[in-house]
């Protein structure tokens, strides 16, 4: 496909991820190399809803380590069931902390992010892999939808392995 995003600016969250869904398909169908995805995934996320920070943690042995991202310098390892990515990544499922300050053990690679959004990457075997994290300098941009839309990305990345 051409490397190019078309989405409409002034429509909802919703209808923004319903044009996203498939150019996002189109976009790795045929590209094997996980690294690339990643990295082009992470860049059309923030490039349609310039979050603060967007990107990727892949599990290697008892850490998550920092993958393809867009946004500023992050920490490179988070241990398991450590900060939102860790505790995502421990009990298997999305995670939506609208104030980070009131998780507690929130790694704060930056004092400007302030919500948060992880959603675990899964095998075949259903085993964690990886997770997608979203982080917002704002208090009121992420929610259900993000949620959703999310996991329907992080399962097209399943399907990638
Ligand atoms: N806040 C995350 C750490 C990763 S950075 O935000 C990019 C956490 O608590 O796991």
Redesign the pocket.
Known sequence: MAEELFIEKEVSKKEKYEALLPQLKALVDGEPDLIANLANLSAALHEVFAWW?V?FYWVKADELVLGPFQGPI??TR?RFGK????TAWKEQKSLLVPD?NAFAG?????SS?VS?I?VPIVDVHQTVVGVL?V?SEKYDTLDETDVHYLELICELISTKL
């Open positions: 920070w990107g992050a920490c988070i900060g939102v990515c860790g980070v929130h790694i704060a690679c930056s992010s948060e992880v994290d982080d």
